[in-house]
């Protein structure tokens, strides 16, 4: 794993990967000989029923998988969501069942390359960290003629995870999103936008916060979507969902 990424996230707390060097990176951790059909996997998302705004322009589908430092990364049943009011005072405290990555999507060796990556960097960060819990999110958020799409109507805040990967898989007739990191105390520490396919970001959710600024068509008569696939790393033995106690 280049020691730039590890590098950067231990003294910024996050960092920006243009999608020319992730390609790279991804593919010296396994192939993406399914992309295609793995971004096209986004066009069958479901409507997110949970959103505490009203909103109905965020669909998504959602997997969560076990990975040890080696092995394999293994695909758990299908389960709730969770975050407490602490990290998500709009949506938090409550179980939210999403509908499940399709097999095609969550197996398939895009997915499974991703996943491999993220293991190889986080458990580098986290070398006490035997067992991850992992979490994936396929997100679309939708703009519609008047109305903006919220890629986070929570606003600044934090997933209650280690490590987040954000990847943007397709942009299409989309205006702002710009993605804004800041220190618990508030500063500004950096933003940038993902633009280009496999653009990404690599947050420590343990020392920064992230927001994303609203997005718009830019043309209304078009259709406009920000595809994104978010992946959360968080160790095992921590993690403390709904009946779950310490």
């Known amino acids: 794993m280049p020691m730039a990424l590890h ?115 986080f458990s580098g960060l986290a070398p006490a960290t035997s067992t991850w819990r992992v979490e ?23 997933d209650g995870v280690d490590y987040v990967l954000v990847l943007l898989i397709n942009r299409q007739n989309i205006g702002r999103g710009t993605t804004a990191i800041h220190a618990l105390d508030g500063r500004l520490l950096g933003s940038f936008t993902l633009t280009n396919p496999l653009d990404a970001a690599l947050v420590d959710d343990t020392r920064v916060a992230h927001g994303v600024t609203p997005v718009e068509a830019i043309d209304p008569a078009a259709p406009a979507y920000r595809d994104v696939l978010v992946v959360t790393f968080v160790s095992a033995s921590s993690y403390r969902g709904p009946g779950v106690s310490a």
């Open 7 to 121: 590098e950067a996230i231990v003294r910024d707390g996050f960092t920006f990967v243009h999608a020319s060097t992730m390609r790279g990176l991804l593919e010296a951790s396994g192939a993406l000989t399914d992309w295609g059909s793995f971004r096209e996997s986004w066009n069958h998302l479901e409507f997110d029923t949970y959103m505490a705004d009203g909103g109905r322009y965020r669909r998504r589908r959602h997997a969560v998988f076990l990975a040890g430092r080696e092995g394999t990364i293994e695909r758990q049943p299908h389960q709730a969501h969770y975050q407490s009011l602490d990290y998500n005072p709009l949506h938090g405290g409550l179980a939210r069942w999403f509908e499940a990555m399709t097999p095609e999507a969550a197996d398939g060796p895009s997915m499974r390359t991703i996943l491999a990556f993220s293991r190889g960097l």
């Open 136 to 158: 994936a999110h396929q997100f679309r958020i939708e703009a519609r003629p008047g109305a903006v799409g919220r890629p986070t109507p929570e606003g600044l805040h934090r």
